[in-house]
């Protein structure tokens, strides 16, 4: 009977062990002893103990955890300057006079609270008020100049990363060397608005665009009410 006991202990695996104590996780609290004695090998270092193994393993997470936390914090700080300065900037827009007034106070904020490098406007419509702004121009919707964008507007969301060369002619003209990164806003029956930086990583594919389509649903309907 013990032969046959001690040739199925030595078929007994590593993996087989693993697997029996992954579905008796208290077996060491029967046997502390056992907990104390046995050894964990380290990347770097001797091996240590079980106990300090585990509380090592307990540090690490808790670190993980706090950068986690502290990344979670910085994102809701930002979130919440965002959610303000989207705030005030459509409060601004409805209390402009004129469309030209309106568009003059878009690209106000956008190069100052919203710390754009190049900020392009460009309206579908003439607009009265404004003359020689080098950050807007007036073209027309069929234009065949904005044909590359007329995708985008199907989409209907904000885009951020970098344009192709050829968009980036049409919004920037002779600065469209200078823009490594741009925010652009289709707005059907309106225009474009773009915010375009020298900073490859400002603007990104994949990055949130739920204030700038909320910048640009502002617009519209600030726009809205002199027409």
């Known amino acids: ?3 046959d006991f001690d040739k199925h202990a030595e078929k007994l695996g590593a993996h087989e062990v693993a697997a029996w104590l992954r579905r008796h996780p208290d077996f060491l609290q029967k046997f502390p002893d056992l907990a104390l ?4 090998p380290r990347e770097n270092g001797p091996a240590a103990s079980l106990a300090s193994y585990q509380l090592e393993v307990l540090r690490d997470k808790n670190r993980e955890l706090s950068r986690r936390l502290q990344e979670l914090f910085g994102n809701a700080q930002e979130n919440e300057r965002l959610a303000v300065r989207t705030h005030q900037l459509t409060l601004a827009l409805m209390k402009q006079a004129s469309a030209a007034d309106t568009l003059r106070a878009m690209a106000a904020s956008l ?3 919203f710390q754009g490098d190049l900020v392009r406007i460009v309206a579908f419509e003439a607009v009265d008020g404004i003359d020689d702004a080098d950050w807007l121009q007036v073209i027309a919707e069929d234009d065949p100049r904005l044909s590359g964008f007329r995708d985008l507007a ?3 969301e904000p885009v951020c990363g970098r344009l192709h060369p050829d968009k980036n ?3 920037y003209g002779l600065r469209a ?3 490594q990164g741009s925010a652009l806003l289709v707005l059907p029956g309106t225009g474009l608005v773009a915010v375009g930086s020298r900073d ?3 603007f990104f594919p994949g990055m949130g665009t739920l204030f700038l389509r909320m910048m640009g649903e502002a617009l519209v309907a600030a726009l809205q ?3």
């Open 1 to 3: 009977m013990a032969m």
């Open 37 to 40: 004695t046995m050894v964990v």
């Open 111 to 113: 190069a100052e609270d």
């Open 154 to 156: 199907a989409g209907g």
């Open 169 to 171: 002619a049409v919004l």
């Open 177 to 179: 060397e200078e823009v």
């Open 200 to 202: 490859p990583n400002r």
């Open 225 to 227: 009410r002199f027409r």
